[in-house]
């Protein structure tokens, strides 16, 4: 686990919402961790520890088949030695020259919850996108309709020690991000090891972090189903990085495990 000396912020927000003004203050520096303090009690009917594979709380298809140069596929979904794997691999199929895998949890979560998820990106070499999010397929019913991406590597290739995290309003079919963090490591790249990463949903805001240590706290009072909207789990292989690189596929991304905890404190 990395500590506050060693871990950088950098933090980018778009200028007409509130979010945090702390550009370049360190890990940890300017946060309060009373969200961490709440009763959290694990839920083990959503948690999974990935000791086999389990179709009751997870599916492997979206609501969208392809991801730029990827197509989804369930063959690139598998669990092994106590790992969910999802694979990035360099052949054709849906119209697509590369296939990749993706889950989405068959419950949703909504306010007072925490998701704590242990994993691993892609060897960064692959230039793939691997992303842990929240979301579900928009509806109109649902307007405006949430998307919390925890953790994305969009520049994998090109800077392997970050990720971005954002928050998605989605209305008509169209798409605001109310605001988003850049997040650098020190040292080190994401592929090189795992990282746990959690998303903390309460009354009048949410809360991330990665290791323990906290890289962004997003202020919901005046977006309450950012808080409250249910949202279904997802981790999933994507394109947004830019053309993959043959050379080092196939490659997976890891998860350790994915568990879910309740509180009923939401202050």
Not at 201 to 222: G, H, Q
Request: glycine share 4%; with cysteine.
């Amino acid at each position: 686990m990395k500590t506050n000396q060693y871990i950088l912020l950098i933090l980018s927000a778009l200028s007409f919402v509130a979010c945090n003004d702390t550009e370049g203050v360190p890990f940890g520096d300017g946060y309060t961790d009373e969200a961490l303090e709440h009763n959290w009690v694990l839920d083990v009917s959503v948690s999974d520890e990935f000791d086999n594979w389990n179709n009751s709380k997870w599916g492997t298809s979206l609501w969208y088949d392809v991801t730029s140069d990827f197509a989804f596929t369930s063959d690139n979904v598998y669990v092994k030695d106590g790992l969910l794997h999802l694979a990035a691999k360099k052949e054709s199929y849906n119209g697509k020259e590369y296939t990749c895998g993706a889950v989405i949890s068959t419950t949703q979560l909504g306010n007072n919850t925490c998701v704590e998820i242990r994993a691993k990106t892609i060897d960064y070499r692959a230039n793939v996108t691997t992303a842990l999010w929240l979301s579900d397929q928009p509806a109109v019913e649902n307007d405006p309709n949430v998307e919390i991406d925890i953790m994305e590597t969009l520049q994998a290739k090109n800077a392997p020690q970050n990720f971005t995290a954002t928050v998605h309003y989605w209305e008509n079919g169209q798409d605001t991000a109310l605001g988003w963090v850049s997040i650098d490591m020190p040292t080190g790249n994401l592929s090189d090891d795992f990282h746990v990463y959690k998303l903390i949903r309460l009354d009048n805001y949410i809360k991330m972090y990665i290791d323990d240590i906290a890289y962004w706290e997003f202020n919901t009072t005046n977006y309450q189903n950012v808080s409250y909207q249910d949202r279904y789990i997802i981790l999933s292989v994507e394109g947004h990085a830019g053309a993959p690189v043959d050379e080092f596929l196939p490659s997976e991304f890891l998860i350790d495990y994915v568990r879910v905890f309740r509180t009923t404190n939401s202050n």
